[in-house]
């Protein structure tokens, strides 16, 4: 039986969580202002309503041409939607293959193997760049789609393995066991049973690896010269680099940049706290 | 009694392979010695063209007296070996875009390459893709090395040739000069290429082993493990290798490049020797545990989990494994002016003694690491304490609109890190950010928060919790879920007060789920380049720097130190895997993460 909440505890709750949230969208809603103020410059005011509304800056970011008259911001965005997607179906399939085997299999260099993965998150950032650079350059990967998709896909694979591994320990073997003597294949079990089962962890994933890709900015900004094959958040950066500080095409920029991701968040919400939990972050 | 022949068979045959290993480790070091005294000459030679084209140059470059220096420079073609000359003007690429370089090509000392611009993927007439492309990285990276000065820069030429550049600006466009010509002799060097076929050989030896009988069997095991070592050995060996054309300001990449090509064993003789003995000495013991056996018979056993696991093993090892194997080498080196040289534990031993520094000093291993813990330590408890505030709040059944409330708190983790960065970094300027303004209403006078270390240090943390604690949030509501309603009924007849179901019910069942995005949030706090190098920058003076902003800078902002910044960046992650094996067993207890 469920307790009665007194009104005055609930009107308490919804106070605090209305102040939090408040102060949480606050920046949020100055950068969304900001984008719609004419002015490069951050002004001297509080109020989350623009006083006049202008789509200059958007205008801006979005028609960006270089001088041959090529569309740099069609060009990047196509680049970032690639680079993403392609980053999302490689994770998604190394990592689930690689939880299912941990989940299900017991085999020498199993343990060693988790270990690694987990390890592997501790590496700085800066400590491989440098070494990468040369191997993606020896490969001919620089400033190609490709190069960058593996080293998102591999970067976005240690947590994701892991959060799949968890979800995967959660489904009962017996299924499998089942379908076993049922005659169904090894692989069989893996795709019919044990992928459909694991669906919110699976979307979890996938929105992970597509973030990773999306998000990403120091990796993309050393290994893509070329402006023609950056993704949008090295271009978006440059909007208040050394030599300009454009505030207003940057949060024009950021926001239409968040947006696609904002929107992943609000559809899989639902499967990130199962997914990311109910095995997840378990083990 | 054959057992026993085999053995001894085993040990001359890894005696002799030893052997070989330090044959091939001295004849490296000779060569090492060879390529010193061209380096030399061939540096000579640049510093003879360089002082030449400086003369040529004399005209002043601008606007209108190009014709000028395009005659100054084809007389230069020709002099002394130089085979090429070339003028790029660099300029911003839109007029709305001044961060995009466009770069064309002035003047070449080729008639018949045509002046133009010059772009990565379309090459101009003469000039074959790649070269275009080169000169084009080339003019951009020269120019934003020297700024506003006349400095000289000198990338390293691919192989057959050398290179000098030279950047001077001139109101809003910079001009690159650059010169290449024929080297008076080329080291000679041992394609990295090679070593890699080598390593790889040396591992598909246990392979084949199913495929022998007796004691072939034990033959390839041996072969396979110490030519896997000779593998490694020269990989390492090979970053000693000193740029055959490197000089001041050559970029890094250019240098690994070619040291990985020309890999030569030059650098670390004392060391690289020993590490090679060492393996070597190693090895008979490893041929006894038929490691290669072993690990053969497993992979028959259980292929099928293999098979699952084998393709993203395979892009861990090429891409995370190498590069930090390769990174970790690094730090036992000192790169200077473009040369690697072997300095065995000397970066670390700058760094864990403080280098001369005192521990109040910002650029003191321990103020920084001081700083990076209770950075860490911070955020973790600011991001579990509201992640946690937050759900319990938000688990109510009966809350209405509880959906709204958490599709709005997630919105943070979902704004990519640097944007988050940026714009905090512009709420807390002293004029025009939000924060000041806010305090402006109680009274609080413009505060400059990146001039001193506790304020500079709280926008950090204040920036990191806003974009950290959704995580955690999440985290808490899933376990938060999976917690029985009963087990509070039970409580609740029994008379037991809401704080004592919370530490007594609540947390406990939280642990098992919250330790490890604990564990995980803490490395990546510890890691959290983005919102330091943004956010503070480190100001004032380096104080809120942690040890990974630290690392960076060593390597792209102060001198270059590129080993000094591999250093670093191994003691990030020897100390963040004490910190996880130390958790993990104290964990261990309450759920054995690894079952």
């Not at chain 2, 990985?260 to 490893?286: N, Y």
């Not at chain 2, 690990?295 to 090892?317: D, E, K, T, V």
């Not at chain 2, 609109?401 to 640097?418: D, M």
């Not at chain 2, 004029?431 to 926008?459: D, I, M, P, R, Y």
């Amino acid at each position: 039986m469920i307790r009665k909440r007194s009104r005055v505890r609930t009107v308490l709750i919804h106070a605090v969580l209305i102040a939090v949230t408040g102060v949480t969208l606050f920046p949020v809603a100055l950068v969304v202002r900001k984008s719609l103020t004419p002015g490069n410059e951050f002004e001297l005011s509080l109020n989350p309503i623009p006083p006049t509304v202008t789509l200059e800056h958007y205008e801006r970011v979005l028609s960006a041409r270089d001088f041959a008259g090529r569309w740099l911001f069609g060009r990047q965005l196509w680049n970032s939607f690639v680079v993403a997607l392609l980053t999302t179906i490689m994770g998604v399939f190394l990592a689930s293959t690689a939880a299912y085997a941990f989940s299900r299999f017991r085999f020498p260099g199993r343990r060693a193997g988790l270990t690694m993965f987990l390890v592997v998150q501790m590496f700085p950032a800066t400590l491989i760049m440098i070494p990468l650079y040369v191997i993606l350059d020896r490969l001919g990967l620089l400033d190609t789609v490709a190069g960058l998709v593996l080293v998102y896909s591999t970067t976005a694979i240690p947590f994701c393995v892991f959060m799949l591994k968890g979800y995967f320990d959660t489904i009962p073997r017996e299924l499998e066991e089942a379908a076993w003597i049922d005659g169904c294949s090894r692989f069989g079990m893996f795709w019919r049973i044990v992928l459909p089962l694991s669906k919110p962890a699976i979307a979890v994933t996938a929105l992970f690896s597509f973030m990773t890709a999306w998000n990403e900015y120091i990796l993309a900004e050393t290994f893509l010269n070329d402006e023609l094959s950056q993704t949008l958040p090295v271009m978006l950066k440059h909007y208040v680099g050394d030599k300009s500080a454009d505030w207003g095409s940057f949060a024009a920029g950021a926001f239409l940049v968040s947006l696609p991701v904002m929107a992943l968040f609000y559809m899989l919400q639902r499967s990130l706290v199962s997914g990311l939990t109910a095995g997840g972050v378990k083990g | 009694m054959a057992r026993r022949e085999a053995e001894a068979r085993g040990v001359v045959l890894t005696w002799l392979i030893a052997a070989l290993l330090m044959g091939a480790t001295t004849l490296g070091l000779l060569l090492r010695e060879r390529n010193r005294a061209l380096v030399s000459r061939n540096e000579g030679a640049a510093e003879e063209a360089l002082r030449r084209a400086q003369l040529a140059l004399a005209v002043p470059l601008g606007e209108g007296r190009e014709e000028d220096t395009v005659a100054a420079l084809r007389a230069l073609r020709g002099e002394g070996g130089i085979r090429e000359v070339v003028l790029l003007r660099t300029r911003a690429a839109s007029p709305e875009l001044a961060f995009v370089r466009a770069v064309d090509l002035v003047a070449h000392s080729d008639p018949e390459v045509m002046p133009g611009p010059l772009r990565p993927r379309a090459a101009r007439d003469a000039l074959t893709p790649p070269r275009a492309k080169a000169l084009y990285d080339w003019a951009t990276r020269v120019e934003s090395r020297s700024g506003r000065d006349r400095t000289w820069s000198r990338p390293t030429g691919g192989g057959e040739t050398l290179e000098v550049g030279m950047a001077l600006a001139s109101k809003g466009t910079s001009y690159v000069l650059g010169l290449r010509w024929a080297p008076v002799e080329q080291p000679p060097g041992v394609p990295a290429l090679g070593l890699v076929l080598i390593l790889l050989v040396g591992l598909g030896f246990p392979a084949a082993q199913r495929f022998l009988g007796g004691r072939w069997r034990w033959l390839a095991s041996a072969g396979g493990v110490s030519l896997a070592a000779v593998g490694c050995g020269l990989l390492l060996a090979g970053f000693a290798a000193e740029a055959p054309t490197a000089g001041p300001g050559t970029g890094f990449f250019q240098l690994l490049q070619s040291g990985l090509s020309q890999g030569v064993p030059r650098g670390g003789p004392g060391m690289a020797w020993v590490a090679v003995t060492l393996v070597c000495l190693a090895l008979p013991f490893l041929g006894f545990l038929g490691l290669g056996n072993r690990a053969a018979s497993a992979a028959r056993q259980h292929r099928i989990a293999f098979a699952y696991i084998l393709p993203a093993a395979l892009g861990m090892l090429v891409l995370v494994m190498v590069p930090f194997l390769i990174g970790l080498g690094l730090g036992f080196f000192n790169h200077c002016d473009g040369r690697y040289e072997w300095v065995g534990l000397d970066n670390f031993v700058t760094i864990l003694s403080g280098g001369g520094t005192s521990i109040t000093d910002p650029l003191n291993f321990w103020f920084t690491l001081g700083v990076t813990l209770l950075w860490t330590f911070l955020n973790v408890l600011l991001h579990v304490s509201i992640g946690l505030a937050l759900a319990l709040l938000l688990k109510d059944p009966l809350l209405a609109g509880k959906g709204i409330y958490r599709v709005l708190l997630i919105i943070p983790w979902a704004v990519p890190n640097y944007i988050t960065a940026l714009m905090w970094k512009g709420m807390f300027h002293q004029q025009f950010g939000a924060v000041n303004q806010v305090l402006g209403l109680f009274g609080v006078e413009g505060v400059s928060w990146f001039s001193h270390f506790w304020s500079a240090f709280t926008a950090n943390v204040v920036t990191n919790t806003w974009l950290g604690f959704p995580f955690m949030m999440v985290v808490a509501l899933g376990a938060l879920q999976s917690i029985p309603g009963d087990l509070y009924e039970a409580a609740e007849v029994d008379g037991a007060s809401r704080f004592t179901q919370f530490t007594r019910i609540t947390l406990p069942l939280l642990k098992p789920a919250l330790l490890p995005a604990v564990i995980l949030g803490s490395v990546w706090t510890f890691n959290q380049f983005n919102v330091i190098y943004l956010v503070s920058g480190g100001e004032p003076a380096g104080s809120t720097d942690i040890l990974i902003t630290e690392a960076y800078r060593w390597a792209f902002i102060r001198h270059e130190r590129y080993g000094l910044a591999a250093a670093y960046a191994t003691l990030i992650f020897l100390i963040l895997l004490g910190y996880t094996l130390i958790t993990n067993r104290v964990a261990k207890g309450a759920e054995g993460a690894m079952d």
